[in-house]
C-alpha cells in the first residue's frame, strides 16, 4: 500500500533535506517506486540535494496556474524516483489559504508511487504541522545541539496539540476541548499531558477518542550528525521525555553520524548515496528506512 512519510523539526540546518533525499534513494535502489515532494514553500533546495538544477516545474504551477500535480513530477535521473520541486517565487506559505491546501492534500494521496516523501520547511507554521500530520510516518529531525533539541519538543507539541483539537472538533466536541484549554490555569496543566488527562475526565466519550488517537500517534526520531558515541543516547532520552510530558510513545528510528563526504557530494551535484552506496553513512540510512518501512526502532543496545 502507498505510504506517505513527513519529515520536520522545527529548526532549519539539521539535515532534513539530505536525510529525506537519501531514504528516498534508497527506497528507489530497492525497487520502490518514490516521489519526493520539496514541500518547503519559502527556501525550497530538495533538488540540489538530487545533484539537480533548479526544475523548470515547481508547486508554484500547481498553486497558481492550477496545473494538476502529477503533470509537474521531475525526473531525478534516478531510477524509481520523481521528484515534486518548490521552488516557489511569488508565493509565502501564509498566502496558501485552507481550500487550497486541502486540495494539495486530495493529489498527494492520488499520486501513483509506494512511497511519497514530504520535506518540510523549518517553523511551525500551520501549514507545516497539518501537512506533517497527513503523513503516515511522522519523522521528526534532530542534531546533538541544545537549541535543535527544545525546537523539536516545541514542533511536538503543536503537532499533537493541533491533532487532538482537529479529531475532537471532527468528534463535536470542540467546544469542550476549548473550554478546558482557556481555563488551563485552574485546572492546574502544566503539561500537554495533563492537559490531556484533564480532556479525558470531561467525558468518557472523549476520552475513548483520545486513548484511541494515543494509541495510533506516533512520531518517529531520526538523530543526525552524531560525532561522539554517547550521543546517540540522546534518542533514548527524547523518547523517554515525549512519554513523560506528551503521553507518547515515540520511535526512535535511528542516527547518522558526521561525514565529510556528505558536504563534498553536495557539492559536486552527486547524490550521496550515488557516490558513497557503501560507506557506513549509507548503511545507517538503510537501517533507518527497514525501521521506518516495518514500524521497528533501533535496539538499546544499538542506542548506547
Request: glycine share 8%; aromatic share 8%; proline share 2%.
Amino acid at each position: 500500500m502507498k505510504e506517505v512519510w513527513a519529515i520536520g523539526g522545527g529548526k532549519g540546518g539539521i539535515g532534513k533535506s539530505f536525510i529525506i533525499s537519501s531514504m528516498g534513494n534508497c527506497l528507489a535502489r530497492q525497487g520502490k517506486k518514490v516521489i519526493l515532494v520539496d514541500a518547503d514553500l519559502g527556501a525550497a533546495n530538495l533538488h540540489t540535494f538530487l545533484g539537480m538544477g533548479k526544475p523548470e516545474k515547481s508547486l508554484t504551477d500547481f498553486f497558481e496556474n492550477k496545473a494538476p500535480l502529477a503533470s509537474l513530477l521531475v525526473r531525478t535521473g534516478i531510477d524509481n524516483l520523481d521528484l515534486l520541486a518548490g521552488a516557489i517565487h511569488s508565493m509565502v506559505p501564509e498566502n496558501i489559504k485552507y481550500a487550497q491546501k486541502l486540495k494539495f492534500f486530495r493529489h498527494i494521496k492520488k499520486l501513483e508511487a509506494d512511497f511519497i516523501l514530504i520535506d518540510l520547511g523549518a517553523g511551525v507554521h500551520f501549514n507545516t504541522i497539518d501537512t506533517f500530520l497527513l503523513a503516515d510516518r511522522k519523522i521528526v529531525v534532530i542534531v546533538p545541539e541544545i537549541t535543535a533539541i527544545e525546537n523539536m519538543y516545541g514542533f511536538i507539541k503543536i503537532v499533537f496539540f493541533r491533532h487532538i483539537m482537529n479529531t475532537l472538533g471532527r468528534n463535536g466536541f470542540k467546544d469542550e476541548f476549548r473550554e478546558v484549554w482557556d481555563m488551563r490555569q485552574a485546572h492546574g496543566i502544566t503539561t500537554l499531558k495533563v492537559f490531556v488527562e484533564c480532556l479525558k475526565s470531561q467525558s468518557a466519550s472523549m476520552g475513548r477518542i483520545i486513548d484511541s488517537e494515543l494509541a495510533s500517534f506516533r512520531v518517529n526520531i531520526v538523530l543526525n550528525q552524531i560525532k561522539l558515541k554517547r550521543e546517540k543516547r540522546i534518542g533514548n532520552s527524547v523518547k523517554s521525555i515525549c512519554l513523560k510530558y506528551f503521553g507518547l510513545d515515540a520511535r526512535y528510528a535511528g542516527f547518522i553520524e558526521t561525514d565529510d563526504f556528505i558536504t563534498r557530494s553536495l557539492n559536486n551535484r552527486q547524490p550521496y548515496l550515488q557516490s558513497y552506496p557503501e560507506s557506513k553513512c549509507a548503511r545507517e540510512v538503510a537501517a533507518i528506512v527497514h525501521n521506518l518501512v516495518n514500524d521497528q526502532q533501533i535496539s538499546i543496545q544499538d542506542a548506547r
